[in-house]
């Protein structure tokens, strides 16, 4: 049995995304993308106590920051629990704060494309400029 850069309290499988792809299997609020009850880590933990904190708090960021959680969270009223109950409210604070991660992941999404479409021009620019100067200069050799 191959047990590189396992240990007894890591099994090789528990890597932030791979946690994060049993828990969508495992919980329906995961797996459709639903607000996540405030404290939902504590309600993971004595659900699953082999979990380590530091991988859950990471799987929480990934899911928490993807674009269809914020998607939801953006239009969300209620939060849920890993029961699939609902818990508190969705404040409006945190409803502005997912619309303006999306708006400002979107906006820099849009930057890098114009910075490599205009990276792509200038590439194009300077093979056309070498392609007239070899032109001009190479019968000459």
């Not at 409210?89 to 890098?112: P, Q, Y």
């Amino acid at each position: 049995m191959n047990t590189v850069n396992a240990t007894p309290e890591t099994p090789p499988a528990q890597t932030p995304r791979s946690l994060l792809k049993k828990l969508q299997a495992d919980f329906a609020v995961f797996r459709d993308s639903q607000p996540l009850a405030i404290g939902i880590d504590k309600q993971l933990l004595a659900r699953m106590p082999e979990i380590q904190r530091k991988i859950l708090r990471v799987a929480l960021g990934i899911h928490t920051n993807s674009m269809r959680y914020l998607k939801v969270m953006e239009k969300a009223t209620v939060r849920f629990d890993l029961d699939g109950n609902s818990t508190d409210e969705v404040t409006d604070e945190h409803r502005k704060h997912a619309s303006e991660t999306i708006r400002e992941r979107l906006k820099k999404e849009a930057e890098k494309r114009k910075a490599e479409r205009a990276a792509e021009a200038a590439e194009r620019q300077r093979t056309e400029k070498l392609g007239q100067l070899l032109e001009k200069f190479g019968r000459n050799g």
